[in-house]
């Protein structure tokens, strides 16, 4: 943690926007529409809901956990480049804050130790990267690769009840390959992004643009190749990769447009549009595997009204 601490608390009449802004609240649906996707693949539905809602609360208090512990580990960086962060104001006192990400970790790691010991084991894991993305491996190569890894657990933190039958007919630790393809794929574009959006604040060099693209295009490529790790291949799931194609364009724009500028404004632009379509990339999923039931992905499509509504008030970077 930074020794130096940020300017004495200043009274507010209206505490909960800081509040908002230090866990990064818009984000968060994207860290939800994960579990979903996740407890959908291995169980076909939304049942048992007790296990759904105790993953979503997990998932979202260990993801606001790492938002709140990025603001304390970077509120020296912070106080240079981005002055209007709570800690920085001091809206938010940093022992607050220090104490809120402490709770959240612990509320994180014990909503997952009530659905199974698995559960419980992948939040250890993922609580650990976090703060070693946070805290040491930032600024190494290792740093996006880290985050990418924290996208991973959080997907298969949703996969993570299985019944004993499951476990005895699965793959590879008890999921099947198309999990560990899924979790990976979208590791690899979250790697992507992370580099991508590397010092989104300042005017950035192309080359980690380009190598982040890179990165980007070939987790969407995964996404797309779904249907390559499954073990039957419908008819009817021909045009999922035409799906994924349609949900990456747009994005894809907005990518070559910010290499082609190397702006903050049009990095930080892709790099919402990125987190956003998550969610959509995420619906996807939940076609291919809840169909025939339309109500898998429309629940999931439904995460983007939080996300835009909160993300005019609230930056999700």
């Known amino acids: 943690m930074p020794l130096n601490e940020p300017p004495t608390k200043a009274s507010s009449p209206n505490r909960l926007i800081p509040w908002l802004q230090l866990l990064r609240i818009s984000a968060a649906p994207s860290a939800i529409s994960n579990i979903l996707v996740g407890f959908l693949i291995v169980q076909g539905g939304w049942t048992p809901v007790a296990p759904v809602l105790l993953l979503v609360l997990s998932s979202v208090c260990l993801y606001s956990a790492g938002m709140v512990s990025n603001d304390l580990f970077d509120l020296k960086l912070d106080q240079q480049h981005s002055r209007k962060r709570p800690l920085v104001t001091g809206t938010i006192g940093f022992h607050e804050a220090r104490t809120l990400c402490v709770s959240l970790f612990i ?28 805290g040491p491996l930032k600024k190494t190569l290792a740093g996006p690769i880290m985050m990418g890894v924290c996208r991973s657990l959080n997907l298969l933190l949703g996969a993570s009840y299985l019944a004993q039958s499951q476990l005895v007919q699965n793959d590879l630790l008890g999921w099947p390959i198309y999990v560990w393809w899924i979790s990976i794929s979208l590791g690899v574009l979250i790697t992507g992004l992370t580099l991508f959006a590397k010092n989104e604040s300042q005017t950035n060099a192309r080359t980690p643009l380009v190598v982040g693209t890179i990165i980007i295009l070939t987790g969407m490529a995964g996404f797309a190749m779904t249907q390559c790790s499954m073990e039957t291949k419908a008819v009817d799931l021909q045009i999922f990769p035409i799906l994924i194609l349609l949900i990456a364009c747009p994005v894809i724009l907005r990518l070559v447009l910010s290499i082609q500028s190397c702006q903050p404004q049009r990095i930080q632009f892709a790099v919402i549009s990125l987190l956003k379509s998550l969610i959509v990339f995420d619906a996807s999923f939940c076609l291919l595997f809840g169909q025939p039931n339309l109500i898998y992905p429309l629940t999931v499509l439904c995460l983007l009204i939080p996300s835009i509504l909160l993300g005019k008030w609230i930056s999700p970077t």
């Open 107 to 134: 509320a994180g790691l014990g909503l997952a130790a009530c659905v199974s010991f698995r559960s419980w084991i992948i939040t250890l894991f993922l609580t650990t990267t976090i703060l070693l993305y946070n």
